[in-house]
T-cell receptor, first 110, second 118 residues
């Protein structure tokens, strides 16, 4: 069974810092991997989607990488802002269902 | 940890029929449930947000009469795809948010339903 782990569970950084969130999965047979953002009391927002054949995706200050063979993905956030404070989730899709990590709670201190 | 059960996991139906998908929070009370759909190779898209005992809030472009959402209790929300057509074939996933201190700031997800309309 696929297991997805995210480290760290919580992270607090001062504004302006670059940071990296980590996601690891146990089964490399995936279709794609997604990074989501969850704001308190709200639904999920998809940030980046990486297909299994891709190595990375970029959107603005966000860059996500995928190393399928080692079962790892990272989400890089450049020049963090207080508005980036949220919970970040990664999820892998194996063609049948999603497997979600438990998330990293990010706090960016002004 | 909190568990959300979604079923069926896979359904195949004929065009014109209605399909009901259930989402249950098994060990916590879910004040809010979210329904998403995903087309192949695309990201999840939020369809609607439902709060227990009130009408669902639909995202722009989602047909309310097509996708009926009922959240009649704190542990159950249902999504009914009415008069399904092949273009409704998609992956549907629910998530639930709890009401107590341990669960109210986290979302817990069902495992999804793959709908195929012939």
């Amino acid at each position: 069974k696929q297991e997805v782990t995210q480290i760290p569970a919580a992270l607090s950084v001062p504004e302006g810092e670059n940071l990296v969130l980590n996601c690891s999965f146990t089964d490399s047979a995936i279709y794609n991997l997604q990074w989501f953002r969850q704001d308190p009391g709200k639904g999920l927002t998809s940030l980046l989607l990486i297909q299994s054949s891709q190595r990375e995706q970029t959107s603005g200050r966000l860059n996500a990488s995928l190393d399928k063979s080692s079962g790892r993905s990272t989400l890089y956030i450049a020049a963090s802002q207080p508005g980036d404070s949220a919970t970040y989730l990664c999820a892998v899709y194996d063609g049948n269902q999603f497997y979600f990590g438990t998330g990293t709670s990010l706090t960016v201190i002004p | 940890g909190a568990v959300v059960s979604q079923h069926p996991s896979r359904v195949i139906c004929k065009s014109g029929t209605s399909v009901k998908i259930e989402c249950r929070s098994l060990d916590f009370q879910a004040t809010t449930m979210f329904w998403y759909r995903q087309f192949p190779k695309q990201s999840l898209m939020l369809m609607a947000t439902s709060n227990e005992g009130s009408k669902a809030t639909y995202e722009q472009g989602v047909e309310k009469d097509k996708f009926l959402i009922n959240h009649a209790s704190l542990t159950l929300s249902t999504l009914t795809v009415t008069s399904a057509h092949p273009e409704d074939s998609s992956f549907y996933i629910c998530s639930a948010r709890g009401e107590d201190g341990a669960t109210n700031e986290k979302l817990f997800f069902g495992s999804g339903t793959q709908l195929s309309v012939l």
